[in-house]
């Protein structure tokens, strides 16, 4: 519980939540990201308003939101619908985790000037460890008290002494540009080795979405 509290302590100061921040809980309770937002809401003390997780939760949503956490998909049904896409682009602050986003959907949320933010976590560190604004930052940014190493294959390390657990080491290839940023290329188990030339599946599919939907 003191871990939970620690990362919503965290979320809570990046994004300046205050007691009267309007946030929207429209995933699943049973995932981490579920959990996240009941815990902030206790932790910042703010409203939180709840509605069963579906592919548009802003369908029936009719109080102005502060704060929300969404999944990719989620976010593709809601730019679909002119009516739910002008509640989200009413929301401050946007976080969106889960799975990695595609480059067209980038783009949109670019297009329609909306703020939002890709999360980068993992169980182990109970949730998000760094953000990036996204059509805007490349590189990761690591939340206050958290900085990162590379191990030789360049797998990154994270280091939450908060947590009070030792480094955590992942299977995630990154770019290190400093010890606090640091662009994702993919999972070193999903690597293609073609000719000695290694190719993250992952960076491949980005290039490629924009020719392929």
């Known amino acids: 519980k003191a871990k939970f ?8 100061a990046f994004f300046d939540l205050q007691e009267d921040t309007n946030a ?16 902030r809401a206790l932790v910042g003390n703010y409203p ?46 946007i976080l969106i985790g889960g799975a990695d986003i595609p480059l067209e959907l980038s783009e949109q949320l670019l297009s329609h000037e909306i703020r939002a933010y890709q999360s980068y976590g ?10 990036r604004e996204i059509g805007k930052e490349t590189a990761y940014q690591a939340l206050p008290g958290i900085h990162f190493s590379t191990t030789s294959d360049n797998c990154l390390t994270i280091h939450y002494p908060e947590l009070g657990t030792q480094a955590i080491q992942t299977t995630d ?29 992952e960076e491949l599919e980005q290039r490629l979405s924009p020719f392929i939907t």
């Not at 509290?5 to 965290?10: D, F, R, V």
């Not at 993992?122 to 953000?131: D, I, K, N, P, R």
């Open 5 to 12: 509290i620690i990362s919503a302590q965290k979320t809570i």
């Open 24 to 39: 929207l809980l429209c995933l699943s309770p049973d995932s981490i990201g579920g959990k996240m937002m009941l815990v």
């Open 48 to 93: 939180l308003y709840i509605t069963e997780p579906s592919l548009d939760p802003f369908e029936h949503i009719i109080v102005p939101l502060d704060f929300v956490a969404l999944v990719p998909t989620q976010v593709a049904h809601i730019l679909k619908n002119p009516s739910s896409l002008s509640k989200l682009k009413s929301v401050r602050n």
């Open 122 to 131: 993992m169980t182990e560190t109970v949730s998000h460890v760094a953000l």
């Open 173 to 201: 290839c990154v770019e290190l540009l400093n010890g606090h940023a640091f662009l994702w290329k993919g999972r070193t188990d999903f690597v293609i080795n073609s000719g000695a030339k290694k190719i993250h599946p």
